[in-house]
């Protein structure tokens, strides 16, 4: 403790008190506060930036999803189609 920071109650001795806190403790604890706020506000813009471009993307990711579903249509019919060969040319080997 500084003697700038002396308690008023020198009876009462509670450490964890904030009466109890010197100058260094103070500053260093206001320096952390300042820091953590740069981070909030650093993170809270690096947020709006992304839901701009998330709003600018969102007619792109609508169209690239419906091509998505058309795509794994073919490939599901494709696939039926492919089945019912290969169901053929088992039954066909089986039979030779």
Do not use: H, W
């Not at 009466?19 to 506000?41: H, I, N, P, Q, S």
């Not at 471009?53 to 696939?79: F, H, W």
Request: proline share 4%; hydrophobic share 35%.
């Amino acid at each position: 403790m500084c003697l700038g920071c002396r308690p008023r109650r020198p009876r009462l001795i509670v450490t964890n008190s904030p009466m109890f806190l010197c100058c260094r403790e103070v500053t260093t604890a206001k320096g952390r506060y300042e820091v953590g706020l740069e981070k909030l506000d650093s993170a809270s813009s690096q947020v709006s930036v992304m839901q701009r471009e998330l709003t600018k993307l969102q007619p792109q990711l609508v169209d690239a999803s419906k091509q998505v579903d058309e795509i794994m249509a073919v490939i599901e019919k494709d696939s039926a189609e492919v089945a019912k060969v290969e169901k053929v040319s088992t039954v066909t080997e089986r039979n030779y």
